[in-house]
């Protein structure tokens, strides 16, 4: 398969990527950083992608046009972490992570959709995250944006089919990456919790890619790709006082440390 990915420079992009080419993928990372740090080896193909450019995706089509022909997946993993509590985040907190964390998958959508409807095939895949399904107090962009990826891939499902255009969406709780290396935000408190989460989840990024595949070849619409994640998704459709409980509960904390 021709797959491209954002955000192919570290985290949960690398690990996609190299999880595609491990199967003998043929895989374009792209990421803002640049080409230079995204080849990573001189037999890798890489663009610099900035996914909140018009021009950077025309340039990415471009190339994918020119060197293969077409393209089977698009991967739309680049993001950034953020949030605070409503009263905390400021509007142009609420502004950025929506530009990125929303507009960047619409954006790289509507660059590839009309190339996947002439091949009449494709997959694209949208790594939203737990906070998609399931909103925890002091994150109300970061949730807001992730459950518009969530709509935004069940809609593109939906609405490709005719063209045999497949989407899913990826939704993992908190694993080991350097996703806290770009977070913004006033709420130094939610910083704190959020680092501790990250710090501490037996997952590592390689890990959620492995399942990813999996998830893909099954053709699941929504991957759920840890137990911890799954087992959030289960206490909220199952037990909503419960997960009501455990979601106030944190919210007290996040108080508590100002």
């Not at 497949?166 to 910083?191: E, I, Q």
Request: proline share 3%; aromatic share 6%.
């Amino acid at each position: 398969m021709r797959v491209l990915v954002t955000g192919a420079a570290s985290g949960l992009g690398a690990a996609l990527s190299d999880a595609f080419e491990a199967r003998g993928d043929q895989v374009l990372r792209t990421d803002v950083v640049g080409e230079e740090r995204t080849r990573l080896e001189t037999t890798r193909p890489a663009v610099k992608l900035d996914i909140t450019s018009d021009d950077d995706w025309a340039t990415a089509r471009e190339w994918v046009e020119r060197e293969w022909g077409g393209l089977d997946v698009l991967v739309n993993n680049a993001g950034v972490a953020g949030g605070g509590r409503l009263d905390v985040a400021t509007l142009d907190e609420w502004q950025w992570i929506t530009e990125i964390n929303l507009f960047g998958p619409v954006r790289g959508t509507r660059t590839f959709v009309p190339m996947f409807k002439d091949q009449r095939s494709g997959h694209i895949v949208n790594v939203a995250s737990l906070a998609g399904l399931v909103h925890p107090a002091g994150m109300a962009s970061y949730n807001a944006v992730k459950a518009a990826v969530v709509a935004l891939s069940e809609t593109t499902g939906h609405e490709l089919a005719p063209y045999g255009v497949r989407c899913s969406v990826v939704c993992p709780s908190y694993f080991r990456t350097n996703l806290m290396d770009g977070m913004k935000g006033s709420d130094k408190a939610l910083g704190t919790v959020i680092g501790q989460l990250i710090e501490g989840s037996p997952f590592t990024a390689e890990d959620i890619a492995a399942a990813v595949l999996e998830g893909m070849d099954r053709g699941d619409d929504v991957i759920i790709p840890d137990e911890a994640a799954r087992g959030a998704w289960d206490l909220k459709q199952n037990d909503r006082a419960g997960y009501d409980a455990v979601m106030r509960k944190q919210a007290a904390r996040l108080d508590q440390m100002g």
